[in-house]
Each structure stands twice: as structure tokens, then as C-alpha cells.
């Protein structure tokens, strides 16, 4: 057994599957509440990432920076979750607030739109080539007194904030979905949007208040993916965001802890097809471990199974 | 009870008294204009569609412009896909966000049994339904796993398996059986399959870049389908779809087949792509895998055609494919676009502004704002006026007396662009005398950003024009241009 490429993929499914799990919580709550696919949520991703490496060349660039690191990166966490919710905000009020009620075709095919639109104008804005958030000082490897990992397998000072960063937003979400005002009329809106508006919630604020969550934690996945693997570009929402909403449905769509769960399957998945089959297969086997949920387990891993009340 | 239509006061069968005293309000046309409408609407539509073949017909009589015919074959091409999606997504409400990859692997398939690449060089007429049946089982296959689902998971299957479709075909040079076979070139991967030869049914073939056969092929196809696609929407199937769409839960009680019901729609759809892929292969001569994924558009411009025909309307399919594919290539040309810019703004305000004093005080408005601004610009920074409108002759002119035309316009016009797009949404919030005042600076912006950004970039300009059509439409008119809007009893 190599365990040099087994530590790596582990290190690399579990940073990617934090990524993937932070999309995916927006993605859920937003389905929870709307049973709105919202395709423009992984756009609001590359947005995010788009803003940090903005925020990256006004300091100075990565090479002469005018300030701290851990400032910079407070600075672009902050921006690009400001920045990604109030996107997400924006969307809700003018894309879809006018079609809560029509056709569930409707709103979908909207968010299609939505997320194309976004695309092609980030394209058009910055241009289709590749950016990078070029090398800082925490892409290098962590090292410990007296013990040193295998070159391959070492996890870099990114890959830890990357991982820290998600244990901290998923803990500080979940107080929030448990424990504030704001949270339990989430959760009741969720449950049942007309009995929570009977009950004198306001479901529109309830409503704008998830995008802006959802779409916060898209803008920091951003920062992250581009900390940990440096490249972004204009179409990066797509896929992300595909893989993002495997995730919450095989960990059960609507389910704040199934989103993580299957963020980290989906990416663990991932980096091991890659590392033991080939690239080319490891979407293949993404496709067939979701199929196989929706045959065996439809409500998905953590999901309570829907009962449709007429 | 009396069922005589003449006196209105008297009640009828299947109409209730709000019915009865609301019926005589349906505005109808006074005058001319009135009359032919009524007696357009007494015309069987097969009427139409026929006279729509009759004058795609003799389109390439009159003309010899090669450009002009394959921009035909093209536009039958994406009516061949939108008549599919239309079965899908117009009467079975199905959202089928993999459709493109049907048309892909029918594509490919021709490309395989009849190339070069594996040396086979099968007759058409064995080609096609080969490849056709293929597509129909493949939708069969992937419609399966998602059957008892609600709607939101097919989508999110099917958009999937599009992408894996892309990037399994564009990965496909060497391709093993999970590392227990030798690998093979089956796709060509990212070089896609050359030398595809054009159809030939016995022995006899079409000439090489002969658009006006492809155009002949794909318009018999079209008119075929179309027909046959009628005949199944006024059949039981047709009425069961329909039905599955409005409520499906209704439909099930009804007794009806419902998972049967979804699968034979998706599967339809699939097949009528699988014809157009085997057109597009033999007309192209080369297939690559990149043609099909999310990124080049393919999908979401079918979709706007279908939307902006009006989903579930046949007409609506011909005229959407039509009006989208006619004008993305208008934008390929920027004197073109130009014009149909200006005259698509005019329209839409001609259209849309009431009382007629406002038309006039925005068009004045807007026209004296921009040489307000044009004449403090040039004055302050001469350099912001140094550049050339991408339009030529009178029209040009006028605009470079009248846009702010900066000699390096990229990233002032990407702010602007920035810009324009929150003025609109902004200007969506306000109403009465203010929305119409703060129409004339977003004009003008929006002509700086046309002139500056977007006339320069027509790919992604023709990219950004179709999400903004399905957003817009889907807000406004959800029904399309000929669609019927449909009520959602809650």
C-alpha cells in the first residue's frame, strides 16, 4: 500500500470537500426554504474568489504585501462574504422574488439564466485567462519538531486554514440556525413557509436572510479554493457548484450536517478516483455514487424522507 | 336549462355566472386589424407550419449566398433541438438540463460508424436510425434512476451527465475499462473525430460543403418531426403530458402512467436530438467534444429559444429558433449589431412608454444628456472622445459626436458595465416621473457601455444577451411570445 498517495489524496479530498461543503450549505438552505435550485449559487463562488484576488493585488500584490497576512486574509474573508451575500441578495430580490409563485419551471430556468448571465459578465469584466493568487508563504509545508511527513503527504499552513476556516463557519452557522431568533424562524420557514408566515414571521426577511448566509459561505469557499489551489477563472461556479449540489443531495438536501457530510464524501470521492482509477473516471464515479443514493436512499444520507401532503 | 350562445344572461353548460358576465370583456381588436386577427385565428395551425415549410423552402432559390444558407442549416438545426426540448420540457415539464449531450452523442456516433477513425463507412439510411435508437435508449437510461423523483433531481441528473458526457468524450483517447484493458482511442479526445464523411444512401453522396442539400435534409427532417410531434400532442399522449405537467399528483389519481408517461417524453426528446446530432456531425465533418458542454452555450441558447417562443407551442419553436439564432448572428457583425441595437432600444421604448410626452421628453432627454456630457468630456479630457465607433456611415458619425468614446475603453467600460447593470435593477424599484428620468442616464450608459465593451466582444456579448433573455422573459412574460400562460391553482 502507498500510503505517501493515500495521506495525499486523503489531505486533498478533505480540503476539497470543505470547499464543496460550504457551497453546498447555501445551496441547502436555500433549497430548504425556496425548493429553489439556485444554479447561480456557484457563480456567487467565483465571485467570491474573484474579490479576494482583488483585494490580493490592491495590498500589493502576494509578493510585496503592504500589510500582515493574517490581516489580508481576515480582509478578504470579510469582502468576499460581504460581498458574495449581498450578490445573493441582489439575486433573490430581482431574479426571483416575482416567480415564488409561479411554475416550478419558472424559477429554475431563471437561475439558469442568472448563472450564465454571471459568467459570461465576469468574463467580459475580467477576462477569460486563468488568474493566481500566487504563492504566499503558507503554501509551504507545515513542519514539526521531530517528526516530518513523506515530501508528498505534508499538508501546507493553506490547506490547514482551509480546513479550520470551514470547522469555524459550519460551527458558527449551526449556533445560528440552533440558537438566535433569526435561526429558529429559518428553521420554521423551512418546515412550512404559510404556517410560519401565519405565525407572523417575516418570511420575506427570512427568505433575503438565507441568500445572504448561503451566499456568505459561497464567498469565503471562494477565498479558500483560492488559497488552497490558486487558479480561478470566470467558469469555476460551474463545476463547483455542480459537485456542490451532489453534495447536499447525497447528504440530504435541506440538511445543514448532510451538506458537510456529503461535501466531504463527494470530495473524498474525488481525490481517491483520481489518485487509484484515473481523472477522467472520478466524475464518472461522482455520477455513480449519486444515481446509487437516489435508487437506494432518495431523502439522501442525513435527510428526513419528504412526505408530500396535498 | 337553455344553452343558447346568443343570449348571455341565460346560464350554460360548463359555465358559471362569473364566466358568463366576464366573457363579454375579452378585448377583442376594433377595425381592420381586429379582423384579420380573428380570421388568422380561425386558420388550423398545420396551415402555418405548411406555409412556414413552403417558405423555408424556397429560401435558397433566392438567394446564391452561401453564408446566408448555412446560417439556415444552423437555424433548422436548433428548431430540431428546441422541437425536442419542447416535448420535454413544453409538455411533460420535465427539465432536462442534459439535452445537449443527446445531441452530442448522436454526433459522435455518426462521426464513429461513418469516418475514417474506426474505418467504417455505413450507409446513411443504416447510420441514422442506428444512431437515433441509440439516443432514445440512452435517454431511457438516464431518465430511469431519477423516475420517482420530483422534477428537481432530474434536473440536477441530467445536468450532470451532460457535463460527464463532455468531459468523458473529451478525455477519450485513451480509454480503458477501469485499468483492466489495454486503453483505446474511441473519442479522439480533445481532437474530436476529423474526416466525418457527408451522407450518402446508396453509393450516392452529397458533395462536401453542399449547404443547400444539408439545408434541403434538414428542413424535410424538421417538417416531418414537426408533424409527427403535432400528431402526438393532440393525441391521448399528448393530453397525458399535458396533464402530468399541470399537476402530476392529479394525473396519477387520474389513473394515469405517470412514470411511463415522463421516461417516453424524455426519451422522445432525446431521440429528436439524436436526429439533428447526425445532421450536425455530416454537415460539420468533424465533431469535438467541447462543442457540447455547459460552457459553450448550446444549452442554455436552446433553452432561450424555447422560452422565447413560448414552451409547449410549436409555432413558438419556430419562432424562437429563428429570432435567437437570426440575431446572435447579426452580433457576429458589429456595424449590424449596431443597428439593431439602437433600433431594439427604440422599439422597446416605442413600445413600452405611455403617454406618448414621456416617449418624447426620454428620446429628447436622452439624445441632449448625451451631448451635454460629450461636449464637458471632450472639454475636460480630451482623450475620453479620441476613439471611433465600431459602426460606420451617418449613424457612426452621429454617435461619435454623442457616446464618450475613450481611446483605451476596456476597463472604463467594464465599471460602466458594472454600472449599467445595477442602474437597471435600480430603475425595475422606481416608479411613475422618476423611473422615467432615470431612464435617460441609463440610456446613455448603456449606449457608452454597447459602443465601448460590448460591440467589442461578440462572443461573450451574444453569451450574456441569452441569460438576460431568460431572466427577463421568465420575469415578464413567462409564456413566451406564443405560449399561453397557464394559471397555478394553489
Known amino acids: ?310 | 336549462m337553455s344553452t343558447d350562445p346568443t343570449n348571455p344572461d341565460a346560464p350554460r353548460v360548463g359555465v358559471d355566472e362569473w364566466v358568463a358576465s366576464h366573457e363579454q370583456r375579452r378585448t377583442e381588436r376594433s377595425g381592420l386589424l381586429g379582423v384579420v386577427e380573428r380570421e388568422l385565428a380561425r386558420v388550423p395551425s398545420p396551415a402555418f407550419y405548411l406555409g412556414f415549410g413552403v417558405a423555408a423552402a424556397i429560401l435558397p432559390a433566392l438567394t446564391t449566398n452561401g453564408y446566408i444558407i448555412n446560417v439556415g442549416v444552423n437555424t433548422l438545426l436548433y428548431m430540431l433541438l428546441a422541437l425536442g426540448l419542447n416535448i420535454t420540457v413544453g409538455y411533460a415539464g420535465l427539465l432536462d438540463l442534459g439535452y445537449v449531450a443527446f445531441y452530442g452523442f448522436a454526433a459522435y456516433g455518426y462521426a464513429m460508424l461513418a469516418s475514417p477513425k474506426f474505418g467504417l463507412h455505413w450507409d446513411t439510411l443504416a447510420v441514422i436510425p442506428v444512431v437515433v435508437i441509440a439516443t432514445v435508449i440512452l435517454g431511457f437510461l438516464v431518465a430511469l434512476p431519477s423516475r420517482r423523483l420530483v422534477g428537481d433531481y432530474l434536473a440536477i441528473v441530467t445536468l450532470f451527465f451532460g457535463e460527464l458526457f463532455a468531459t468523458v468524450y473529451q478525455n477519450g483517447e485513451s480509454m480503458s475499462l477501469l485499468g483492466f484493458t489495454k486503453p483505446h482511442d474511441i473519442t479522439g479526445g480533445p481532437n474530436g473525430i476529423p474526416n466525418i464523411d457527408q451522407f450518402n444512401v446508396f453509393g450516392s453522396h452529397i458533395q462536401a460543403l453542399d449547404y443547400k442539400a444539408y439545408y434541403y435534409v434538414a428542413l424535410i427532417f424538421f417538417m416531418v418531426l414537426l408533424f409527427a410531434v403535432y400528431l402526438v400532442d393532440r393525441s391521448r399522449t399528448g393530453r397525458a403530458w399535458r396533464s402530468l405537467r399541470e399537476d402530476p399528483l392529479a394525473a396519477e389519481l387520474m389513473g394515469m402512467p405517470v412514470n411511463r408517461l415522463k421516461l417516453i417524453a424524455f426519451a422522445c426528446g432525446a431521440g429528436i436530438a439524436g436526429v439533428a446530432g447526425t445532421i450536425f456531425a455530416a454537415v460539420n465533418t468533424a465533431v469535438f467534444a467541447s462543442e457540447f458542454d455547459f460552457t459553450s452555450g448550446l444549452l442554455i441558447i436552446v433553452y432561450a429559444m424555447l422560452i422565447l417562443g413560448g414552451a409547449g407551442s410549436l409555432g413558438g419553436v419556430i419562432i424562437g429558433a429563428l429570432v435567437v439564432n437570426v440575431s446572435l448572428e447579426v452580433l457576429r457583425d458589429p456595424g449590424h449589431a449596431t443597428w439593431v441595437f439602437y433600433v431594439l432600444i427604440g422599439a422597446t421604448l416605442l413600445a413600452k412608454l405611455r403617454p406618448w410626452r414621456w416617449l418624447a421628453v426620454v428620446a429628447a432627454g436622452t439624445v441632449g444628456f448625451g451631448f451635454a456630457v460629450h461636449a464637458i468630456v471632450s472639454s475636460a479630457w480630451p482623450r475620453g472622445v479620441h476613439g471611433t465607433a465600431a459602426v460606420g456611415g451617418a449613424l457612426g458619425s452621429g454617435l461619435s459626436h454623442w457616446v464618450i468614446l475613450p481611446s483605451n475603453p476596456t476597463t472604463i467600460g467594464n465599471i460602466a458595465f458594472i454600472c449599467l447593470v445595477l442602474a437597471v435593477l435600480v430603475l425595475t424599484l422606481l416608479h411613475g416621473w422618476v423611473q422615467k428620468l432615470a431612464m435617460i442616464p441609463t440610456l446613455y450608459l448603456a449606449a457608452f457601455v454597447w459602443e465601448n465593451r460590448l460591440v467589442v466582444e461578440p462572443s461573450i456579448t451574444r453569451l450574456i444577451l441569452v441569460g438576460v433573455i431568460l431572466i427577463v422573459l421568465m420575469n415578464a412574460r413567462p409564456q413566451g411570445l406564443l405560449g399561453t400562460s397557464r394559471v397555478e391553482i394553489v
Open chain 1, 1 to 310: 500500500m502507498n500510503w505517501n498517495l493515500f495521506v495525499t489524496e486523503l489531505v486533498s479530498g478533505i480540503t476539497h470537500g470543505s470547499v464543496y461543503a460550504l457551497i453546498a450549505l447555501g445551496y441547502s438552505m436555500v433549497y430548504g426554504i425556496l425548493k429553489l435550485l439556485n444554479f447561480a449559487h456557484g457563480d456567487i463562488y467565483m465571485v467570491g474568489s474573484f474579490i479576494g484576488f482583488g483585494i490580493i493585488d490592491v495590498a500589493g500584490g502576494a509578493t510585496n504585501l503592504g500589510i500582515p497576512v493574517w490581516l489580508l486574509l481576515f480582509i478578504m474573508l470579510f469582502c468576499a462574504m460581504l460581498g458574495g451575500g449581498l450578490l445573493g441578495v441582489m439575486i433573490e430580490r430581482f431574479a426571483y422574488r416575482r416567480l415564488r409563485n409561479a411554475p416550478r419551471i419558472a424559477p429554475l430556468i431563471t437561475a439558469l439564466g442568472v448563472s450564465f448571465f454571471l459568467e459570461n459578465g465576469a468574463q467580459l469584466v475580467l477576462g477569460a485567462q486563468y488568474r493566481s493568487y500566487n504563492s504566499f508563504s503558507w503554501r509551504s509545508p507545515i513542519a514539526l519538531h521531530g517528526f516530518t511527513l513523506p515530501a508528498q503527504a505534508r499538508i501546507s499552513y493553506a490547506g490547514v486554514i482551509v480546513i479550520i476556516g470551514t470547522v469555524v463557519l459550519v460551527i458558527g452557522l449551526t449556533l445560528f440556525v440552533q440558537r438566535t431568533q433569526l435561526g429558529k424562524a429559518m428553521r420554521a420557514t423551512s418546515f412550512d413557509r404559510e404556517a410560519a408566515s401565519m405565525m407572523g414571521i417575516d418570511v420575506d426577511q427570512v427568505i433575503v436572510a438565507t441568500f445572504f448566509i448561503g451566499s456568505a459561505l459561497a464567498g469565503a469557499a471562494g477565498v479558500f479554493n483560492g488559497i488552497q489551489y490558486q487558479q480561478l477563472w470566470p467558469y469555476m461556479g460551474f463545476t463547483a457548484g455542480l459537485y456542490a449540489f451532489i453534495a447536499a443531495v447525497v447528504g440530504g438536501i435541506g440538511s445543514l450536517p448532510g451538506a458537510v457530510l456529503g461535501g466531504l464524501t463527494i470530495g473524498l470521492a474525488q481525490a481517491f478516483s483520481i489518485g487509484y482509477i484515473s481523472s477522467t473516471f472520478s466524475d464518472a464515479v461522482v455520477f455513480a455514487i449519486l444515481i446509487a443514493v437516489m435508487i437506494v436512499r432518495p431523502s439522501g444520507l442525513l435527510g428526513r424522507a419528504a412526505v408530500s401532503k396535498v
